[in-house]
């Protein structure tokens, strides 16, 4: 961390921007990164950041007057604020339309479903663009919880539902399946005064995992 601090205050500000960078770009596909490709990626957005950095430089006058204003101690600021919001505008752009199309690009030069995430449901829960309408939880305990339709809860706290990471999930349960086989619809799970009742399982707990969804209406990615 020293050895980070002594460095020029331009290369501090390449490599924060590159790594903030990164957490946009790959938050939720990071689980698998080794220091290596971590270390790679912040370097490849910093290094468009630090492209911004000197862009922004040749532009701006060492004298910036406002208004008869000297504001020319600003012009630091303005090149560090310019080169962290090339980086973060690169990581948006790669995470909403470079990066999957590049990736379906290679896995048809390739013939490989692989797409270097950790696991399934690593990929499963990051393909952008769909819209959920079933849940089923199947539980070790011979349990089913369901929310169904999940466009019900659309516009509720954290949304229809939460895929976690770590096999975990959250979600607003509408009917409960017993082990025996008897179902039934839960009760109270809208409140207005108090709110709807979110349910949060344990991936520990979780033996499988259905879902319906599809592509959201218009979307064309």
Not at 125 to 140: D, F, M, R, T, W
Request: hydrophobic share 40%.
């Amino acid at each position: 961390m020293n050895e980070l601090l002594a460095l020029p205050w331009q290369i501090q500000v390449v490599i924060v921007g590159g790594y903030f960078a990164y957490v946009i770009a790959y938050s939720g596909k990071r689980s698998a990164h080794k220091s290596i490709d971590t270390l790679s990626i912040i370097l490849c957005f910093g290094g468009i950041g630090l492209l911004t950095f000197n862009f922004i430089d040749q532009v701006i006058p060492n004298l910036l007057v406002v208004w008869s204003i000297d504001i020319s101690y600003l012009r630091e600021f303005i090149l560090a604020a310019g080169a962290i919001s090339g980086a973060l505008l690169s990581a948006l752009v790669w995470r909403r339309f470079l990066g999957q199309r590049l990736g379906k690009v290679l896995r048809n030069l390739g013939k490989s479903e692989d797409n270097g995430l950790f696991s399934g449901w690593e990929t499963l829960i990051q393909e952008p663009n769909l819209a959920y309408s079933q849940l089923n939880v199947y539980l070790k305990d011979g349990r089913m919880l369901e929310s169904y339709p999940l466009s019900r809860f659309y516009k509720y706290p954290n949304g229809s539902c939460i895929l976690g990471g770590d096999g975990s999930v959250a979600m607003y349960v509408t009917h409960i399946e017993s082990a025996q086989g008897g179902r039934r619809e839960t009760m109270n799970l809208d409140c207005e005064i108090e709110g709807p009742r979110m349910t949060s399982i344990p991936a520990d707990q979780i033996a499988e995992i259905d879902m319906r969804r599809k592509p959201i209406k218009g979307d064309t990615s």
